[in-house]
């Protein structure tokens, strides 16, 4: 796929993603990018299309978190199978919001029933990347090698998963050349290019 074509793909990603942002931080509302738009935000291009945007937010915001997308003409849209998140639709796109609970000692978790997915042993570091002329923040670039480093077991979910540590460990080394190893909780701009 040629990076013009990706870049058109995308385009109504960008839109919404950029309405789910500004109603999330206009509301105040803590949220964290992760996912294959982090991927992007870090690379600083385009890697492939977006089904969906992925997000994290705390669960205890929940209620809080719905009336801020409504409030931009995101649809609810749970499904049987929500365990630790839920859906919302606008314009044909999909957000999907994962939520996390406090830990032990300030730690972020992810609620799995039966099996808790630690992201963090303290507060959840971020960095700030830019999407157009939004500041946007992600998980860091070391959390999301860890997260990608672990594939899901399907054939589809894997090989997105492979095709976007592969993205980052190359936006690794960049960053490492330009200004020395990456650490978990450096500041970081970048401009996702071709939008």
């Known amino acids: ?106 730690g972020v978790i992810v609620p799995v029933p039966g099996q808790p997915i630690v992201l963090s042993s303290g507060p959840l570091a971020y960095a700030r990347r830019n999407l157009e002329d939004l500041s946007v923040r992600v998980l860091t670039l070391e959390l999301m090698l860890a997260i990608k480093g672990k594939p899901r077991p399907d054939e589809v979910g894997g090989g997105k998963d492979r095709a976007d540590l592969e993205a980052l460990r190359s936006a690794a080394e960049s960053l490492e050349a330009s200004r020395g190893p990456v650490t978990g909780k450096a500041e970081a701009s970048g401009q996702v290019q071709g939008l």
């Open 1 to 106: 796929m040629s990076h013009d074509e990706a870049a058109e793909g995308l385009r109504p990603g960008v839109v919404d993603g950029r309405s789910c942002l500004r109603r999330l931080g206009g509301a105040r509302l803590e949220h964290w990018f992760f996912g294959g738009w982090a991927v992007d935000l870090w690379v600083g291009r385009l890697t492939r299309p977006h089904e969906d945007i992925d997000v994290l937010v705390w669960r205890h915001d929940q209620p809080r978190v719905h009336e801020a997308l409504q409030g931009a003409g995101w649809i609810h849209t749970p499904t049987p199978e929500d365990m630790v998140g839920t859906n919302y639709t606008r314009d044909g796109y999909e957000l999907q919001l994962t939520f996390v609970v406090p830990g032990a000692e300030g």
